[in-house]
Structures are given as structure tokens and as C-alpha cells.
T-cell receptor, first 111, second 120 residues
Framework: QKEVEQDPGPLSVPEGAIVSLNCTYS??????FMWYRQYSRKGPELLMY????GNKEDGRFTAQVDKSSKYISLFIRDSQPSDSATYLC???????????FGPGTRLSVLP | GAVVSQHPSWVICKSGTSVKIECRSL??????MFWYRQFPKQSLMLMAT?????????EQGVEKDKFLINHASLTLSTLTVTSAHPEDSSFYIC????????????????FGPGTRLTVL
């Protein structure tokens, strides 16, 4: 079992839809959780970061962490074609510890 | 804030030559910089972790003599691909971890835009 799992997609949704992207993990020591967006042939861009469990909202994006289930989610409201990208989750046990990335989910938002 | 640059963005070289890629944190100091490799439609593969002033730590299967990493300052790390061959053609991405925690007290990495290496 991989340490962090993520459905690779591709996930295709119509413009305006609510998108749910998810990662599961096996290491209960993970405390820091991040979501990155990567456009084709570009470096990943940090979207959201959270510590421990709970929700965090930033504009159209909401990150959710459920440590009891070892499950994190990223919700995108009112999705736009410009949201079409690969979304990577990442997590670490603590400050200064190595990050573990999920394999990424490819999202296509169709106009 | 939290901008990481990479130079060059694209390089084409002949087989057998060496190529140096620079990674700079422009508005913060980075205790740790990471180098990744990414093949088309695949996820990031961590190659090595470098801390300022010390030797890089390479992931299993990554040749340290082929991929030379220097982290000379808190804002600059370089990756040199020595004696490059066509199989080294890939997208190389660096990231940097800020020296001080970002607001909110959490831990993260900021990525550069990547360097596309093509070895003929």
C-alpha cells in the first residue's frame, strides 16, 4: 500500500460544478497537509495548507482534513475551465520532516 | 511572496555535456531545497534534499555523481547534470522550504516553474 493514495483521474466536470478531490493516507503521524495545483509543463503552485484536522476556506477552495479517517479533501466551487490542471496532495509529520506527495488527480473543467 | 525561480526554463544540450540548473528563493530564505524530476503525465519524483552548507541527501536509485547538487546559500541551490544522456531528458523542478514558518505556523514547500531538459 502506498503511503498516500489519490485517484489519478482524469476527472471531467462541466463548468460551474462542485469538484471534490481526495487523498487517503496510511501514516497517522502526518500533521501538515497541502494541496498543490500544477498546470502542464509548469511547477506546482501551493493552493492550500492546513494543520491537523478541520476545514479551511479560501475563495472557491475548501480544504478538509479528517485525521480519524486518514482522509483529506479539496473542494472547488463554481469550477472554471482555468481550474483544469493536476492537483497534488502533500503531507508531512512535522516541521522539517520530508513531504510525501500523492500521485495527482488530473481535472478537466469543460466549458 | 514566496517566489522561487529556476534558470534556465528550457535547455537543449548534446549528449555528453553537463548542464547546470539554478534554483533561487527570491523573497525568503530556505533552509532546505528539494530537487524533483517529472516525466510527462507522471507525478513528482524526489531526487534529493539539500540543506544549506551540507551535502545533499539523495533518494535511492539517484546517482549522486551524475546529479551534483550544491546548496551554497540560503537562497540558491544548483543541480548539475553531468555527462547528460538522452534518458536524462525530463522536467526538473526545485522547491524550497522557508526558514521561518509561514503565517499560521505550518510547514510547506514552494516550487519553482521547472526546467525542461532535452538531451540530443
Amino acid at each position: 500500500q502506498k503511503e498516500v493514495e489519490q485517484d489519478p483521474g482524469p476527472l471531467s466536470v462541466p463548468e460551474g460544478a462542485i469538484v471534490s478531490l481526495n487523498c487517503t493516507y496510511s501514516n497517522s503521524a502526518f500533521q501538515y497537509f497541502m494541496w498543490y495545483r500544477q498546470y502542464s509543463r509548469k511547477g506546482p503552485e501551493l493552493l492550500m495548507y492546513t494543520y491537523s484536522s478541520g476545514n479551511k476556506e479560501d475563495g472557491r477552495f475548501t480544504a478538509q482534513v479528517d485525521k480519524s479517517s486518514k482522509y483529506i479533501s479539496l473542494f472547488i466551487r463554481d469550477s472554471q475551465p482555468s481550474d483544469s490542471a493536476t492537483y497534488l496532495c502533500a503531507m508531512s509529520e512535522g516541521y522539517g520532516q520530508n513531504f510525501v506527495f500523492g500521485p495527482g488527480t488530473r481535472l478537466s473543467v469543460l466549458p | 511572496g514566496a517566489v522561487v525561480s529556476q534558470h534556465p526554463s528550457w535547455v537543449i544540450c548534446k549528449s555528453g555535456t553537463s548542464v547546470k540548473i539554478e534554483c533561487r528563493s527570491l523573497d525568503f530564505q530556505a533552509t532546505t531545497m528539494f530537487w524533483y524530476r517529472q516525466f510527462p503525465k507522471q507525478s513528482l519524483m524526489l531526487m534529493a534534499t539539500s540543506n544549506e552548507g551540507s551535502k545533499a541527501t539523495y533518494e535511492q536509485g539517484v546517482e549522486k555523481d551524475k546529479f551534483l547538487i550544491n546548496h551554497a546559500s540560503l537562497t540558491l541551490s544548483t543541480l548539475t547534470v553531468t555527462s547528460a544522456h538522452p534518458e536524462d531528458s525530463s522536467f526538473y523542478i526545485c522547491s524550497a522550504r522557508p526558514r521561518s514558518r509561514v503565517r499560521g505556523g505550518t510547514d510547506t514547500q514552494y516550487f519553482g516553474p521547472g526546467t525542461r531538459l532535452t538531451v540530443l
